[in-house]
């Protein structure tokens, strides 16, 4: 049986999006094509080709006008639609010949409402990939209806998705997903203090870091990304350190609860509140120490103190095998079962 062509729309900003495609595409019995404005990694199964998209966040080169002052949000129905921009434009329509020329089955869209409502438009079903955070605007709740499946990759008993409940039928709750899903954690006593950043930015910089580890003479700092180094695969510091200080990105914080880290999550301004919420959620669940901004240099000391205290239970973030439950999830829209 010729197996199915799943599209994927990986979004550009940060590095999550494409993390969850590298975690769930090993699982995923299906040809994929990727679609992004991103340049193309290495490293990508072979079953995963990987088509660029033009930029549609730069001013238009004809005009010079930013797409920012073209309409963008439709008067409050989209997120970014700008008009008559040629990136907006041609991206839109390159994603539509892939859909048509591969035979598309499904989508996964993570994530656009416009990149949604396009596929289900050209009568594709768009599994679509959700966020947590305040989320009560028209775009998202349209975006979800079009969707045939919503992945939560979070637990549904833990972080609030009110969001979510008109769809809820619709909803698989795979639990955090992580690359980093059944990789053996070192054997051997944790030290020092690991700052985890991520790629979608932040104002820590490495004057924080110096300030911190000053205050705290008898720790070992050391940072990836955020002000510090960036490596493709920090599963070793990771799973080796003390204490762990994150961001509260999705895909961080299945990685911390993958490695079962003692963490200090700190999230950073995103869009809709998505680190805001799940950070407090963390904090309720009592699996990490929750701090809304990068404390002041004198309270690092009782800050760590508390972290190493925690006892946390990360396996209620449910990360084992949450990469296979969403590549299931999709391969079922693909073959047309329970798609509509």
Same mark, same amino acid.
């Given at each position: 049986?010729?197996?199915?062509?799943?599209?994927?729309?990986?979004?550009?900003?940060?590095? *999550? /999006?494409? #993390? @969850? &495609?590298?975690?769930? =595409?090993?699982? !995923? $019995?299906?040809?994929?094509? %990727?679609?992004?404005?991103?340049?193309?990694?290495?490293?990508?199964?072979?079953?995963?080709?990987?088509?660029?998209?033009?930029?549609?966040?730069?001013?238009?080169?004809?005009?010079?006008?930013?797409?920012?002052?073209?309409?963008?949000?439709?008067?409050?129905?989209?997120?970014?639609?700008?008009?008559?921009?040629? *990136? /907006?434009? #041609? @991206? &839109?329509?390159?994603? =539509?010949?892939? !859909? $048509?020329?591969?035979?598309? %089955?499904?989508?996964?869209?993570?994530?656009?409402?416009?990149?949604?409502?396009?596929?289900?438009?050209?009568?594709?079903?768009?599994?679509?990939?959700?966020?947590?955070?305040?989320?009560?605007?028209?775009?998202?709740?349209?975006?979800?209806?079009?969707?045939?499946?919503?992945?939560?990759?979070?637990?549904?008993?833990?972080?609030?998705?009110?969001?979510?409940?008109?769809?809820?039928?619709?909803?698989?709750?795979?639990?955090?997903?992580?690359?980093?899903?059944?990789?053996?954690?070192?054997?051997?006593?944790?030290?020092?203090?690991?700052?985890?950043?991520?790629?979608?930015?932040?104002?820590?910089?490495?004057?924080?870091?110096?300030?911190?580890?000053?205050?705290?003479?008898?720790?070992?700092?050391?940072?990836?990304?955020?002000?510090?180094?960036?490596?493709?695969?920090?599963?070793?510091?990771?799973?080796?350190?003390?204490?762990?200080?994150?961001?509260?990105?999705?895909?961080?914080?299945?990685?911390?609860?993958?490695?079962?880290?003692?963490?200090?999550?700190?999230?950073?301004?995103?869009?809709?509140?998505?680190?805001?919420?799940?950070?407090?959620?963390?904090?309720?669940?009592?699996?990490?120490?929750?701090?809304?901004?990068?404390?002041?240099?004198?309270?690092?000391?009782?800050?760590?103190?508390?972290?190493?205290?925690?006892?946390?239970?990360?396996?209620?973030?449910?990360?084992?095998?949450?990469?296979?439950?969403?590549?299931?999830?999709?391969?079922?829209?693909?073959?047309?079962?329970?798609?509509?």
């Amino acid at each position: 049986m010729t197996r199915p062509t799943v599209a994927w729309y990986v979004h550009h900003h940060g590095s *999550g /999006h494409l #993390g @969850r &495609l590298r975690a769930v =595409a090993p699982h !995923l $019995d299906a040809e994929v094509v %990727a679609l992004s404005t991103l340049p193309e990694p290495a490293g990508l199964p072979a079953h995963v080709d990987w088509v660029r998209l033009e930029r549609d966040d730069e001013p238009d080169p004809g005009t010079g006008r930013s797409p920012a002052d073209a309409d963008p949000a439709a008067g409050g129905l989209l997120h970014w639609a700008p008009l008559l921009h040629p *990136g /907006h434009r #041609g @991206r &839109l329509a390159r994603i =539509a010949r892939e !859909l $048509d020329t591969r035979g598309a %089955a499904a989508v996964v869209v993570d994530v656009s409402v416009e990149v949604t409502v396009l596929a289900r438009l050209l009568g594709v079903p768009p599994v679509l990939v959700a966020q947590p955070g305040v989320r009560d605007d028209e775009p998202h709740a349209l975006g979800l209806r079009a969707a045939a499946r919503v992945l939560a990759p979070w637990p549904a008993d833990v972080v609030p998705a009110p969001h979510l409940d008109a769809v809820r039928d619709r909803v698989v709750f795979t639990g955090g997903i992580s690359r980093f899903d059944g990789r053996e954690v070192p054997a051997g006593e944790r030290h020092g203090v690991l700052v985890l950043g991520g790629r979608g930015g932040s104002g820590v910089t490495a004057e924080h870091l110096d300030a911190a580890a000053r205050v705290t003479p008898g720790h070992r700092w050391t940072a990836l990304g955020a002000g510090g180094t960036w490596t493709d695969d920090p599963w070793h510091a990771l799973a080796s350190a003390g204490t762990v200080v994150s961001y509260a990105g999705q895909n961080s914080v299945a990685d911390l609860a993958v490695a079962g880290a003692r963490a200090v999550v700190v999230p950073q301004d995103r869009p809709f509140d998505e680190q805001a919420v799940t950070a407090r959620a963390l904090g309720r669940a009592g699996l990490a120490v929750v701090e809304p901004a990068w404390p002041e240099p004198a309270r690092w000391p009782e800050v760590l103190e508390r972290a190493e205290a925690l006892e946390p239970d990360w396996s209620v973030w449910g990360t084992s095998g949450a990469a296979a439950r969403a590549a299931e999830a999709i391969a079922d829209v693909a073959r047309g079962r329970g798609a509509w």
